[in-house]
């Protein structure tokens, strides 16, 4: 075979990152010194939470988007938790409503104002009481709106409907999981959550190391990963691809990516060993251009690749390299990127060394790069749910509708910085 037939050609090839100057970044922010395997960061459009270091108790801090340079060590937070704060959610359908879980055993549902959070935030909306040791992962349902599930070192993974009437919750619309549900209760002590692009599967990663895919509407389990090399530990559906992506560790202790077919965890369809680090890979999907990242928990590195839903189902392209390790990544939606820099992709990286929350922008250089690339820019998921949460528990399956990038940008220069408005229209 000749080099031509087995190269294989990218427009994405030439990508790299460009972190952001200090000015531009968010500096002396008090990270959380937590231990658990989570990112601690959240981004959208409006705002950026990130999860703070606190004495008696747990919060976190919301600062505006484009709030950046020195953070007031005064700046008011939230902070209604009793317990260490352990994650923190936007909701994708409305960007002033953030989801917390905690070591106190419950999540919370907070209301931020418009302006930002100018006092200290100590009273919830809505408060979630049904687990009874602390809640280490949240998550919001893809595409119902309202609907959120909870997973906590009770063993015990719930959906909650937080629409429902009263400032407290006690009853889930849906129990997933329970211990009953398991020979061995560490089954269902889980390490990550990813739900499809419609929400009707859920895939998990266990104590045990295992993957497995589950109707969360009846807590079945559909399929179990039965590879005894490749030790799971963070999963993720890869939509549009059919494929379902997992990182852990090999038999050998090498970090390791394993993409499988969600309708049959039988065998791996591709494994690749990386590196003998120890710290937990993140993985982050762009649906709209099939890119994967890969950012390990203590690395200064990311790397980048390609996907595609034949073999050799995965490219290599590149990396971005730092000296300074990451604790943890926030991901900004698609709605929020900088289309006149044809940024494709952005990070937050949590540089805990230096208090520092870090922006980093996933460029493609194009030679006019002012002008708006409707190549690099397809219809993406709009931010409007596709059903309410009880259409959903009836047996509802639907995707989101799709936004259309408008190629219409506006700049309004300041005198201290610019604001930009992206356009967007909405197709069903």
Same mark, same amino acid.
């Given at each position: 075979?000749?080099?031509?037939?087995?190269?294989?050609?990218?427009?994405f090839?030439?990508?790299?990152g460009?972190?952001?100057?200090?000015?531009?970044?968010?500096?002396g922010v008090?990270?959380?010194?937590?231990?658990?395997d989570?990112?601690y960061?959240?981004?959208?459009?409006?705002f950026i939470?990130?999860?703070?270091?606190?004495?008696g108790?747990?919060?976190?801090l919301?600062?505006?988007?484009h709030?950046?340079?020195?953070?007031?060590?005064?700046h008011?937070r939230?902070?209604g938790? &009793?317990?260490?704060? /352990?994650?923190?959610?936007?909701?994708?359908f %409305?960007?002033?409503c953030? !989801?917390?879980? *905690?070591? @106190?055993?419950?999540?919370?549902i907070?209301?931020?104002?418009?302006?930002?959070?100018?006092?200290?935030?100590?009273?919830?909306?809505?408060t979630?009481?049904?687990?009874s040791?602390?809640?280490?992962?949240?998550?919001?349902?893809?595409?119902a709106?309202?609907?959120?599930?909870?997973?906590?070192?009770?063993?015990?993974?719930?959906?909650?409907?937080?629409?429902?009437a009263g400032?407290?919750?006690?009853?889930?619309?849906?129990?997933?999981?329970?211990?009953i549900?398991?020979?061995?209760? &560490?089954?269902?002590? /889980?390490?990550?959550?990813?739900?499809?692009? %419609?929400?009707s599967?859920? !895939?998990?990663? *266990?104590? @045990?190391?295992?993957?497995?895919?589950?109707?969360?509407r009846?807590?079945?389990?559909?399929?179990?990963?039965?590879?005894?090399?490749?030790?799971?530990?963070k999963?993720?559906y890869?939509?549009?691809?059919?494929?379902l992506l997992?990182?852990?560790?090999?038999?050998?202790?090498?970090?390791?990516?394993?993409l499988?077919?969600?309708?049959?965890?039988?065998?791996?369809l591709?494994?690749?060993?990386?590196?003998?680090s120890?710290g937990?890979?993140?993985p982050f999907?762009?649906?709209?251009t099939?890119?994967l990242? /890969?950012?390990?928990?203590?690395?200064?590195?990311?790397?980048?690749?390609?996907?595609?839903?034949?073999?050799?189902?995965?490219?290599?392209?590149?990396?971005?390299?730092?000296?300074?390790?990451?604790?943890?990544?926030?991901v900004?939606?698609?709605?929020?990127?900088?289309?006149?820099?044809?940024?494709?992709?952005r990070?937050?990286?949590?540089?805990?060394?230096?208090?520092?929350?870090?922006p980093l922008s996933?460029?493609?250089?194009?030679?006019?790069?002012?002008?708006?690339?409707?190549?690099?820019?397809?219809?993406t998921?709009?931010?409007?749910?596709?059903?309410?949460?009880?259409?959903?528990?009836?047996?509802v399956?639907?995707?989101?509708?799709?936004m259309?990038?408008?190629a219409t940008?506006?700049?309004?220069e300041?005198?201290?910085?610019?604001?930009q408005?992206?356009k967007?229209?909405?197709?069903?």
């Amino acid at each position: 075979m000749s080099w031509r037939s087995s190269f294989r050609c990218s427009k994405f090839r030439h990508i790299f990152g460009k972190s952001a100057t200090k000015e531009h970044s968010y500096d002396g922010v008090p990270i959380t010194r937590s231990v658990h395997d989570n990112h601690y960061c959240s981004a959208n459009p409006c705002f950026i939470a990130v999860v703070t270091e606190c004495a008696g108790g747990g919060s976190f801090l919301v600062l505006p988007i484009h709030h950046t340079g020195r953070v007031d060590p005064q700046h008011p937070r939230v902070c209604g938790h &009793s317990g260490r704060v /352990l994650d923190v959610k936007w909701n994708p359908f %409305d960007d002033y409503c953030i !989801a917390s879980c *905690s070591e @106190d055993c419950t999540v919370k549902i907070w209301d931020i104002p418009v302006c930002g959070v100018q006092q200290n935030l100590t009273k919830a909306r809505k408060t979630l009481i049904g687990h009874s040791r602390r809640v280490g992962l949240i998550e919001w349902h893809p595409t119902a709106e309202n609907l959120l599930l909870s997973a906590a070192y009770d063993y015990k993974v719930l959906l909650w409907d937080v629409s429902q009437a009263g400032a407290v919750i006690r009853y889930p619309v849906r129990v997933v999981l329970m211990p009953i549900h398991h020979r061995y209760p &560490s089954e269902a002590l /889980l390490l990550s959550v990813s739900f499809n692009s %419609d929400g009707s599967r859920l !895939a998990v990663t *266990s104590k @045990d190391r295992h993957v497995r895919v589950l109707d969360p509407r009846t807590g079945k389990i559909l399929q179990v990963s039965s590879s005894n090399s490749h030790k799971a530990n963070k999963v993720l559906y890869i939509g549009g691809l059919k494929l379902l992506l997992s990182t852990g560790s090999s038999s050998w202790n090498h970090r390791q990516i394993v993409l499988w077919d969600p309708d049959d965890l039988s065998e791996p369809l591709y494994e690749e060993d990386l590196d003998g680090s120890a710290g937990v890979l993140f993985p982050f999907y762009d649906p709209d251009t099939h890119m994967l990242y /890969l950012a390990g928990k203590g690395d200064g590195n990311i790397r980048y690749y390609e996907l595609s839903a034949e073999k050799p189902y995965i490219s290599y392209l590149t990396e971005y390299r730092s000296l300074l390790p990451q604790k943890g990544l926030g991901v900004m939606p698609k709605r929020g990127l900088d289309v006149t820099a044809c940024e494709i992709f952005r990070f937050y990286r949590l540089i805990a060394i230096k208090d520092l929350v870090e922006p980093l922008s996933m460029i493609i250089p194009r030679k006019e790069s002012g002008i708006f690339q409707e190549d690099l820019y397809p219809m993406t998921a709009g931010n409007q749910a596709a059903m309410t949460a009880q259409e959903w528990l009836l047996g509802v399956n639907r995707g989101l509708g799709e936004m259309l990038f408008h190629a219409t940008v506006l700049f309004l220069e300041t005198s201290v910085s610019f604001r930009q408005t992206r356009k967007y229209v909405l197709l069903q």
